[in-house]
């Protein structure tokens, strides 16, 4: 399978496969549903025993997540209750992928870099970062 992508003036369209042509925000999860499927994630595994201090847990407003050229290809959502941080969640912004392409009970390892950018914001400093995500399509 490959995937084609070239845009338009305010449109853009994917290729994929067998020559289907279909517009790139029909693969793209937005936001807010890619905070839903971080909130039922979190729904599943507390009842697990390796995750049973999410019971109580919340996922924040979410970040987004970019490739190399800038792209939006993740969301990373951290988990939350009362008495602090209970780990994160990594949620695809593509349909193509799986939805949920990582979750921890540990800190998540974009910590240091969303705590600087939002000393950054309170500084009012104009300058934009992104948050680069870079995965493996398999895991072994």
């Known amino acids: 399978?490959?995937?084609?992508?070239?845009s338009l003036p305010n449109i853009a369209f994917s290729q994929v496969g067998d020559?289907?042509?279909i517009s790139v925000s029909?693969?793209?999860?937005?936001?807010?549903d890619a905070k839903?499927?971080?909130?039922?994630?979190?729904?599943?595994?507390?009842?697990?025993?390796e995750f049973k201090d999410w019971i109580n847990?919340?996922?924040?407003?979410?970040?987004?997540?970019?490739d190399f050229?800038?792209?939006?290809i993740a969301y990373i959502f951290n988990v939350y209750d009362k008495t602090g941080p209970?780990?994160?969640v990594i949620v695809s912004a593509n349909k193509n992928m799986p939805p949920i392409l990582e979750y921890s009970r540990a800190n998540s390892p974009y910590s240091i870099g969303l705590s600087k950018i939002k000393q950054n914001l309170q500084k009012n400093e104009t300058l934009k970062k992104h948050l680069m995500?870079?995965?493996?399509?398999?895991?072994t």
């Open 36 to 49: 839903k499927i971080a909130e039922n994630h979190i729904i599943r595994e507390k009842y697990s025993a």
């Open 26 to 32: 029909e693969i793209i999860v937005n936001k807010n």
């Open 19 to 21: 020559n289907k042509l």
């Open 133 to 139: 995500y870079i995965f493996s399509l398999t895991h």
């Open 86 to 88: 209970l780990g994160y």
């Open 1 to 6: 399978m490959f995937i084609f992508i070239f």
């Open 57 to 66: 847990g919340k996922v924040d407003n979410g970040t987004e997540l970019v």
């Open 69 to 72: 050229n800038n792209n939006l």
